[in-house]
């Protein structure tokens, strides 16, 4: 038997809408993925996934890119979820060229309205899915676990990268790591033949005679080099939130100077404030430009 499809709209003055923290936790829990931040959903692929859970064999699954960083490919996963919503007769048309652009307001926004529909679809699965098996281990998300982090990243602003790079360089890792390979290059100091053979130290008996670095001084520097790889990897996704907290701080500020400015000219021209005045500038969607 057909199920029948719930269909359910986006109000954007609810104070029902969870914040972006427990969307990401939401759909990570769901898909065994690794999601950071929300403009990583553009890629689609977590919406068609979602969908297969809900509406089995509704979503062309085959086709769907889950490792990918092409923006052409993003869409493709979005006609995709859209032919399904078709299908099955949502009511929802997909702003695709809005999400493929990796835009937090608009993802933001779409993941919302996605979260409310799917709970309102979700009452009668009973069994467990298991995302990550059916897309065949695929991984999904930047985290810290995930092989689609070795895929290309947003680029970081000139000055971050700079700010990035001196503060692992000067990271106390680093140097060990950086002093240690510079003394395993160097080559084995030559002795003054006048020199009385009984003032030429003897080598230790764990320094061999070709004069590179010991078993333990390898294992020493591959431990270190692992350890510098972690920390390298957690910088970056500390540098990507950063970038993403500002963006936000920005967009939400700018927000806050608008209203600000309607109730200067309100108060100088004696006019009423209403909260749908207010509404429509905390809930406008802003572009930035290119």
Not at 168 to 179: D, G, I, W
Request: a neutral charge.
């Amino acid at each position: 038997m057909k199920r029948r499809v719930i269909n359910v709209f986006n109000n954007n003055h609810t104070t029902d809408n969870l914040s972006r923290t427990e969307l990401l936790e939401w759909v990570n829990l769901r898909l065994g993925s690794e999601f950071c931040l929300v403009d990583e959903l553009c890629t689609g692929a977590a919406y068609c996934q979602l969908m297969d859970e809900l509406f089995p064999n509704s979503v062309a699954l085959q086709r769907v890119k889950f490792t990918t960083n092409l923006e052409h490919e993003f869409i493709q996963n979005f006609k995709i979820l859209q032919a399904s919503f078709d299908k099955i007769g949502v009511n929802q048309v997909i702003p695709i060229e809005k999400l493929s652009k990796g835009r937090f307001q608009d993802n933001f926004q779409f993941v919302q309205w996605f979260k409310k529909f799917y709970d309102a679809n979700s009452g009668w699965i009973t069994w467990d899915y298991d995302a990550r098996a059916v897309r065949g281990g695929a991984p999904m998300g930047f985290g810290p676990g995930s092989v689609s982090k070795n895929l290309a990243r947003p680029k970081l602003p000139a000055k971050s990268r700079t700010e990035s790079s001196t503060a692992l360089q000067n990271s106390k890792s680093f140097k060990v790591v950086k002093k240690i390979q510079e003394k395993s290059r160097e080559p084995a100091e030559t002795t003054n033949s006048t020199e009385p053979a009984s003032s030429i130290p003897k080598k230790m008996s764990n320094q061999p005679d070709n004069g590179l670095c010991t078993p333990g001084c390898q294992k020493k520097i591959q431990d270190l080099t692992e350890e510098l790889q972690k920390l390298t990897d957690k910088l970056k996704g500390m540098d990507q939130r950063l970038r993403s907290s500002d963006a936000e701080r920005d967009f939400y500020y700018s927000k806050c100077r608008d209203i600000e400015s309607l109730c200067q000219s309100l108060d100088a021209n004696g006019g009423i404030l209403s909260s749908n005045q207010i509404y429509d500038i905390m809930y406008a969607t802003e572009t930035p430009e290119e």
